[in-house]
């Protein structure tokens, strides 16, 4: 039924899936959601079509009844934090995240600073599709204010955390939106910051906006040569972060995730909430603490939901979208910054050590090709013949896919949401475990097909 909103609001290419047109559009169905009334905070990464595409929205917003908070350039998590502050009725950011700059995006967050669910984005597509929006009368349009959102923002998160001593910290903000909010923090909190890629740049030249390997050589080389304490990297709207230690290596986002995990468990039982994909040593670390884990669904709505359903104490993806609910329920790269400051200071121990001390779990990732329309057959398939054919199976999670797991690692077979492939995950304990599991399932997978 949703055709507009994939799995963090509307996105595409400027022009061409979002156009201006579309942008009005979305603002007046999100006002005529709301009833014609109420504030909305507003804010945007700086790409080249954000100013364009928060022109549209704001016209939509105020044609539809609607007041308009504008924040101006800010990371996504800051959005959250303004609708909660000043008890706006919703909240709106624009951007596409970590995709190249051509694109643009525009994700809605409700009253209690939680991005829409599911279910509130087919009701904002409803009004859409069925031409229902309402525009008010002349008398009654909106009115627009500017609102410097983050000093208090960053207050917020500078009071979550005490530090002990001072670091030394390379940050590398891709240009995107967390230039306005990450150095400032850490120069706030006493660190020493130096800056790589921190001035806003819609063009985002200093390097990919996707905080992985690949796009941070720079900032591990700097981390090294200067002898930094620790790298930090966001994505185009600062929502996730991703490490580097003092040794200069990326940080092996499933680790960081199982020591972050561990480090937010405070009493026996507390919950934290991952992904099916996320690898066993998030289980293992929060186990050692007395924790549990819930899994869920990819995407960090899915994360958000199940928090607030478990009243978990924390929540996170390998993606670096990590949640920290006694702050708020948003993925926030400035605050989980400050989280990994925080365990370094705490433990007392370098962010090599502490990852060296993990078991490393080999995991490998294969696409196989199938068309859309045979994928739920597929997959209904791979389920019935995988418990028959996988005897030392311990547990099935139908949550997301088809999740397998055994004494001796897990697989994870799952039909991708955007393209024509069901993606297959593997760990293993050991690397000869991880292929054969591994290629018992592509067996599986591709008999599943054949039928
Ligand atoms: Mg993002």
Not at 152 to 161: H, K, L, R
Not at 255 to 276: D, M, N, P, Y
Request: with cysteine; glycine share 10%; net charge positive.
């Amino acid at each position: 039924m949703r055709k507009l909103f994939g799995t963090s609001g509307v996105r595409g290419v400027v022009g061409d899936q979002l156009t201006p047109e579309l942008a009005l559009d979305l603002g007046l169905a999100l006002a005529t959601y709301l009833g014609g009334k109420g504030s909305v905070a507003l804010g945007k990464d700086p790409r080249t079509s954000s100013d364009m595409i928060e022109s549209c929205v704001t016209s939509g917003l105020l044609s539809g009844g609607c007041d308009v908070m504008k924040l101006g350039v800010v990371p996504t998590p800051a959005v959250s934090f303004a609708v909660r502050q000043f008890r706006a009725k919703a909240g709106i950011m624009i951007t596409a995240s970590h995709n190249p700059p051509e694109y643009n995006g525009i994700k809605f967050w409700g009253s209690d600073g939680m991005a829409y669910t599911p279910e509130q984005e087919e009701a904002i597509e409803r009004i859409y599709s069925g031409k229902q929006m309402k525009p008010t009368a002349w008398d009654r349009i909106g009115k627009v204010e500017a609102i410097d959102v983050l000093p208090g923002y960053i207050d917020e998160i500078v009071g979550t955390v005490k530090l002990k001593r001072s670091y030394k910290v390379v940050v590398d903000c891709g240009n995107g939106a967390g230039s306005v909010v990450t150095p400032y923090l850490l120069r706030k909190l006493g660190c020493k910051v130096v800056t790589l890629n921190s001035q806003l740049d819609g063009f985002f030249p200093g390097r990919g906006l996707e905080p992985s390997p690949e796009n941070l050589g720079e900032l591990c080389s700097v981390v090294k040569s200067i002898g930094a304490d620790l790298g930090i990297a966001h994505d185009g709207d600062a929502d996730r972060a991703a490490a580097v230690d003092e040794l200069g290596r990326v940080a092996q986002p499933d680790k960081l995730l199982g020591l972050i995990s561990a480090h937010q468990i405070r009493r026996k039982k507390e919950v934290v909430v991952t992904t099916v994909d996320a690898s066993s040593v998030v289980d293992d670390c929060v186990a050692e603490r007395g924790g549990k884990v819930v899994r869920t669904r990819v995407g960090d709505v899915s994360v958000a939901t199940a928090i607030k359903k478990h009243k978990a104490v924390f929540g996170g993806e390998p993606s670096g979208a990590w949640i920290f609910p006694r702050v708020h329920l948003a993925p926030d790269g400035p605050l989980a910054t400050i989280k990994i400051l925080e365990l370094l200071d705490s433990t007392g121990k370098k962010l090599s050590e502490l990852l060296d001390m993990l078991p490393e779990y080999p995991t490998v990732r294969e696409k196989v090709a199938c068309p859309n329309e045979k994928k739920a057959d597929v997959m209904k398939k791979f389920k019935i013949h995988a418990k028959r054919e996988f005897l030392s199976v311990k547990r099935i999670l139908t949550i997301d896919g088809v999740r397998l797991e055994f004494e001796s690692g897990w697989v994870l077979v799952r039909p991708s949401g955007t393209e024509p492939y069901i993606r297959v995950t593997v760990e293993g304990k050991t690397p000869t475990r991880a292929k054969e599991i591994g290629r018992k399932a592509a067996k599986i997978l591709k008999d599943a097909m054949r039928d």
